[in-house]
């Protein structure tokens, strides 16, 4: 089984904003919502118009997002391609 190799880098962050940081800039909606593991950045996801949470990654190299989602709690790794959950 593939594993994470980025697990190192999580960080004990908390949401930055109440939604996607970018969209509520320039008044845009978003689909769900994802936070960059390591700084705490709320990005929308890929099935919305911005994909704030993947440019983030590309601006940044931050390797880890999770799901903010109610009922939701898994990981994804950029660099990896790898989708995982936390115990």
Known sequence: ????????QIKPVHPNTKGCEE?????????HL??????????????SIGKHATKHFHATKH???RSIEPGESWYWCYVDELM???D
Do not use: Y
Not at 1 to 8: D, E, G, S, V
Not at 34 to 47: A, I, K, P, Q
């Open 84 to 86: 995982f959950e936390l």
């Open 23 to 31: 969209c509520l800039k320039i008044g845009q909606s978003w689909v």
């Open 1 to 8: 089984m593939a594993t994470c190799n980025h697990l190192n």
């Open 63 to 65: 390797p880890i997002i």
């Open 34 to 47: 994802r936070m960059c593991m390591e700084c705490g950045h709320v990005g929308c996801c890929d099935s």
